[in-house]
């Protein structure tokens, strides 16, 4: 069974912080790693996806990969109270033949506080 | 620019009653797939789709099932209904596997679905 682990928090931070959200990942064959934000009673929406060791930037959002440790992270700096959601960090899993399914974390609970 | 679109937003069911949930895309997608999402909890992917007249399970697919006739339109069919399928269930489709940039996941609005 392969498992995707989030801290559920709430994680709280002030307005400005950097909230920084872990993830690790039991499959050590995955490949690809993506991060989710879903606003509460919508549907999740991409912000992030990262394939490589090391940094992504984009915008205020970096996500950090360490394969060896099996560990993804999501830092988003000048946090704003509209980053208020649950993230979800999903592990691509290439089981073969083309299959192709994401395992999604159970979501970290982000709270920005003015 | 309607994305991927499903039906109904919410329902209520009896227990043993049964129902199709409706997911249809007009981006011309080659890759559908459900998810359900219990409170607390991540996606879990219940079947999934890599083109017209295919269709694979998921991690949690007794109770379920799904045709894909057209490229555009993947329902999902729940035969015999279960309180353990109260639910929030998510439709998607992505123009290929890769899931990333490139191809991201397309999200529906989600049905709320209870059973009692």
């Known amino acids: 069974q392969k498992e995707v682990e989030q801290n559920s928090g709430p994680l709280s931070v002030p307005e400005g912080a950097i909230a920084s959200l872990n993830c690790t990942y039991s499959?050590?064959?995955?490949?690809?790693f993506f991060w989710y934000r879903q606003y509460s009673g919508k549907s999740p929406e991409l912000i992030m996806f990262?394939?490589?060791?090391g940094d992504k930037e984009d915008g205020r959002f970096t996500a950090q990969l360490n394969k060896a440790s099996q560990y993804v992270s999501l830092l988003i700096r000048d946090s704003q109270p509209s980053d208020s959601a649950t993230y979800l960090c999903?592990?691509?899993?290439?089981?073969?033949?083309?299959?192709?399914?994401?395992?999604f974390g159970k979501g970290t609970k982000l709270s920005v506080i003015p | 620019n309607a994305g991927v679109t499903q039906t109904p937003k919410f329902r209520i069911l009896k227990i043993g009653q049964s129902m199709t949930l409706q997911c249809t895309q007009d981006?011309?997608?080659?890759?559908m797939y459900w998810y359900r999402q219990d409170p607390g909890m991540g996606l879990k992917l219940i079947y999934y789709?890599?083109?017209?007249?295919?269709?694979d399970k998921g991690e949690v697919p007794n109770g379920y099932n799904v045709s894909r006739s057209t490229t555009e339109d993947f329902p999902l069919r729940l035969e015999l209904a279960a309180p353990s399928q109260t639910s929030v269930y998510f439709c998607?489709?992505?123009?290929?596997?890769?899931?990333?940039?490139?191809?991201?996941?397309?999200f529906g609005n989600g049905t709320r679905l209870t059973v009692t």
């Open positions: 998607a489709s992505s123009y290929s596997a890769g899931a990333g940039g490139n191809s991201p996941l397309h």
């Open positions: 499959d050590r064959g995955s490949q690809s």
């Open positions: 990262i394939y490589s060791n």
């Open positions: 999903a592990v691509m899993d290439s089981s073969g033949a083309g299959s192709y399914q994401l395992t």
């Open positions: 981006m011309n997608h080659n890759y």
């Open positions: 789709s890599v083109g017209a007249g295919i269709t």
